[in-house]
């Protein structure tokens, strides 16, 4: 993060409306916050298309939210400094804005390069905001655009299985996981902007720090991702190195902490299940233990565990939710529960999916199978006299379906959520485990750490993996590969036999 946004002047985002379709409008004022900004005016420079001139090593994004609870209405001034990401002179953006895939939910008033006083041409289809810049944006040159709108939370959907959106609100709180103005990715020679799917999390996003600032009202409590600072009603977070930015909102949290091993631990749970607050801050304190040893640090100074009214777990960038279901029927006490499975669960993506990045839409099982099998490791090491309890009920269990499918596919191949589950998160895991078990866990451990460490920070995909397994064993893993993926893998040579086609 550059000086430039921590050490910053005060300034307001005063943005003029617009219709749908861009057109100028009169200007109008929204309830504001006070956002942290860096001097950008000093650091344009001026033409038809101000670039910046100290280009950011990453997006960076200032979030200016005032919330309005009671309503589920997220009103937010929004800029976005980043260096154009096609690699060729382009004279267009687009992003992803995730709420806005249900019609009517986002009023999108404006966009702009930053300093400008004419508002730029848009489109907004479905998720997807297209944006025409008013001069050409060659490769390597930066600028900062500013956004204006407002969306409001939908209610929270009733789902069986893992899907549905990761923003919305139930009678307790209000969560928005993916819900900003989101520079969609340029892969391949094209813009991501996947269409979404009701399974998974069909996300895309990459690398960026966060300034945000949220203004709630009295007596409801924000928790977010990243160092928090808070001025009353103004609650403010920074949090670099991040795949996402969300945060959760309650009138009835009840908040408990604990810090180990240099990291605060905070849980914000509703008031009737408190009584699992040891065991949930115990649990996620022993888990970044763990897969520190294992892999690398915790990147961050606190890691936040927030109950939501939706019915799953859900993995965020130094925080996690936790589905106020999940919680039913835990006494506090013992490990033989959903709740501490699945909090070990989401504190395993702060490794895989936040540190290590990969393509959550065409890739899920690099993030999720890792997961699951840090669930695995846990059990094991913390609570061995119930390890087979948690592979016979998760993983083997008659009631989860038939244990079928292939676990490489993309999201939009799995017929429904159980299919998804039953290859990925199931099968997923049994890959891993049987790799462990013809290499030996030691050895699986190793290749493991090399992999995260060779891949801190990147989009990683499964050649990186098996390129990471054949620096630490030559054992030939073929026909475990051709078990479990329903595409070719060209696999390195020393884990095949040195096989037709193989990779050297």
Request: charged content about 20%; glycine content about 8%.
């Given at each position: ?9 005060i300034v ?8 749908r379709?861009?057109?100028s409008g009169?200007?109008i ?6 956002v942290?900004s ?6 344009l420079?001026?033409?038809?298309l101000p670039?910046?001139?100290?280009p ?6 200032v ?6 609870y ?10 976005i400094?980043?260096?154009n ?8 953006v687009?992003?992803n804005?995730?709420?806005a ?5 986002v ?7 930053f300093?400008?006083?004419e508002p730029?041409p848009?489109e907004?289809t ?6 025409q ?7 390597g ?6 956004f204006?709108f ?12 893992i899907?549905?959106d ?6 307790h ?6 819900w900003y103005v989101?520079l969609?990715?340029?892969?391949d020679?094209q813009?991501?902007t996947?269409?979404?799917v009701?399974?998974g999390?069909?996300?895309?996003s ?11 009202p009295?007596g409801?409590t924000i928790?977010?991702?990243g160092?928090?600072m ?9 949090l ?8 959760a909102a309650?009138d009835?949290?009840?908040v408990?902490a604990l ?13 009737e299940?408190?009584?699992?607050s040891?065991?949930?801050l115990?649990?996620?304190a022993?888990?970044v ?7 690398g640090?915790?990147p961050y100074?606190t890691l ?6 939706r019915q799953q ?20 006490r013992?490990?033989?529960h959903d709740?501490?499975a ?5 504190v ?14 065409r890739?899920?099982w ?6 699951r099998?840090?669930?695995l490791?846990?059990y094991q090491e913390?609570y ?6 948690w592979?016979?009920?998760f993983?083997l269990?008659k009631?989860r379906?038939?244990?079928?499918g ?6 939009s ?9 039953n290859a990925?998160?199931?099968?997923g ?6 790799i462990?078990k013809?290499?030996?866990?030691a ?8 992999y ?13 993996f098996f390129?990471a ?10 026909g ?5 993926f329903?595409?070719?893998v ?9 096989a037709?086609?193989?990779r050297r």
């Amino acid at each position: 993060m550059r000086c430039a946004v921590v050490c910053c002047s005060i300034v307001v985002f005063a943005l003029a409306a617009c219709t749908r379709t861009g057109a100028s409008g009169k200007p109008i004022l929204i309830p504001t916050a006070v956002v942290r900004s860096g001097d950008i005016v000093g650091r344009l420079i001026g033409g038809a298309l101000p670039t910046l001139d100290d280009p950011p090593e990453r997006p960076l994004y200032v979030l200016n939210v005032t919330l309005d609870y009671a309503g589920g209405n997220v009103h937010t001034q929004q800029r976005i400094e980043f260096v154009n990401p096609t690699g060729q002179t382009t004279s267009e953006v687009k992003f992803n804005l995730p709420p806005a895939r249900r019609a009517g939910a986002v009023e999108f008033r404006d966009v702009r390069i930053f300093g400008q006083a004419e508002p730029l041409p848009f489109e907004l289809t479905d998720a997807v905001l297209t944006v025409q810049l008013p001069a050409p944006l060659p490769p390597g040159k930066a600028i900062a655009m500013t956004f204006n709108f407002t969306f409001k939370v939908p209610l929270q959907e009733m789902i069986t299985g893992i899907g549905g959106d990761d923003t919305s609100r139930g009678p307790h709180s209000l969560m928005c996981g993916h819900w900003y103005v989101m520079l969609a990715p340029f892969r391949d020679g094209q813009w991501d902007t996947p269409a979404y799917v009701p399974i998974g999390d069909p996300y895309t996003s990459e690398l960026a720090d966060y300034e945000v600032s949220i203004l709630a009202p009295e007596g409801v409590t924000i928790a977010g991702g990243g160092d928090e600072m808070r001025d009353g009603r103004l609650w403010r977070y920074s949090l670099p190195k991040a795949r996402v930015f969300a945060f959760a909102a309650s009138d009835v949290y009840e908040v408990d902490a604990l810090e180990e091993d240099g990291v605060t631990f905070i849980h914000y749970v509703y008031p009737e299940h408190r009584h699992t607050s040891a065991a949930v801050l115990n649990t996620a304190a022993r888990a970044v233990r763990l897969f520190t040893r294992l892999y690398g640090p915790y990147p961050y100074r606190t890691l936040r565990i927030v109950e939501t009214g939706r019915q799953q777990g859900q993995e965020y960038s130094a925080m996690v939710g936790i589905g106020a279901t999940i919680y039913a029927g835990y006494s506090g006490r013992g490990a033989r529960h959903d709740l501490i499975a699945t909090t070990v669960h989401e504190v395993a993506h702060q490794w895989w999916f936040n540190v290590v990045g990969n393509d959550q839409i065409r890739s899920p099982w690099l993030d999720e199978a890792f997961a699951r099998y840090g669930e695995l490791r846990f059990y094991q090491e913390y609570y061995d006299a119930d390890a087979d309890w948690w592979y016979g009920h998760f993983i083997l269990g008659k009631e989860r379906g038939r244990l079928t499918g292939a676990i490489d596919l993309p999201l939009s191949a799995y017929p429904d959520s159980r299919a998804y589950i039953n290859a990925v998160y199931r099968r997923g895991l049994m890959f891993l485990n049987d790799i462990r078990k013809q290499v030996g866990t030691a050895t699986l451990d190793a290749a493991m750490k090399d992999y995260y460490q060779s891949q801190i920070y990147k989009i990683a995909d499964q050649d990186a993996f098996f390129d990471a397994l054949a620096r630490h064993t030559s054992e030939d893993l073929s026909g475990l590969v051709k078990g479990y993926f329903a595409g070719a893998v060209d696999l390195p040579c020393r884990i095949s036999n040195n096989a037709a086609g193989c990779r050297r």
